[in-house]
């Protein structure tokens, strides 16, 4: 199961969370496959855009070998398909996939090497990813991919800033990312408001991703969705009344 238990904070802790910093324009989403930015990620997207601010999505694989019964070829497509839906809910404009082969990604220069291109191409403030540990919550295992992809992109950041270090790229060195952020790691530090609109949002954004979640349950697409934003991530509060995201922010 993919439905990640990665309520925003334990309770005991919510006052030990500092206030998101967003003085900043540009953010890129760097993660390894369609719909990791639709588990938690795009409710604060939403806000972000919102505010007239830039997110870049850029994945590192198109997500092909996530389905059981769906061969690479067709799924890798379809993949790509539902995520494009997906960004129109939160105020996305750009996404791109970098091919690398899904299930087998590997941490190392390769991959420093793409992600540090990226990063100088879109120029971030903010580049978010998401948890890179061996587990979500303590007991849920983690992808590899994840584990690879997060881990690449904290020394990316600072590759893309290193002109010695990948010379042979094009794109001019970029020193202006002023935070990593990550979600859904196990000590986060900071927290990011959402209001009903985002959360709205975030619930369209995760159900685009249909052909997936129809293979993880029998549930209504759209129940699966909130259960996910509403009750793991936001810990089952009032969408109305809004919550909190929280991300563990490295400077």
Do not use: C
Request: glycine share 8%; net charge negative.
């Amino acid at each position: 199961m993919k439905y990640w238990q990665v309520t925003a904070y334990r309770e005991e802790s919510r006052h030990e969370l500092e206030l998101f910093d967003e003085d900043w324009n540009r953010a890129l989403v760097l993660m390894a496959h369609p719909d990791d930015p639709e588990y938690g990620t795009a409710l604060a997207v939403n806000r972000w855009t919102g505010q007239g601010k830039e997110v870049s999505y850029v994945l590192a694989t198109s997500g092909e070998a996530g389905i059981e019964g769906i061969a690479p070829a067709q799924s890798g497509p379809l993949r790509e398909a539902e995520q494009q839906r997906a960004i129109g809910h939160v105020g996305v404009q750009n996404l791109e996939f970098l091919g690398m082969p899904d299930g087998r990604l590997e941490y190392g220069l390769q991959m420093r090497r793409k992600f540090a291109q990226k990063i100088r191409a879109y120029r971030p403030d903010v580049v978010i990813t998401l948890n890179f540990d061996r587990a979500f919550g303590g007991v849920n295992r983690n992808s590899a991919d994840h584990q690879a992809v997060g881990r690449a992109v904290l020394d990316s950041v600072s590759d893309a800033a290193n002109s010695w270090i990948f010379p042979d790229l094009e794109e001019p060195v970029w020193t202006g990312v002023r935070m990593i952020a990550v979600f859904a790691d196990e000590s986060p530090t900071h927290y990011v408001p959402v209001g009903e609109a985002d959360i709205t949002a975030a619930i369209a954004a995760l159900s685009e991703h249909r052909e997936y979640l129809t293979r993880l349950s029998e549930d209504p697409i759209e129940e699966q969705a909130r259960a996910q934003v509403v009750d793991r991530v936001l810990g089952g509060i009032d969408p109305a009344a809004g919550g909190e995201v929280a991300f563990r922010v490295y400077n």
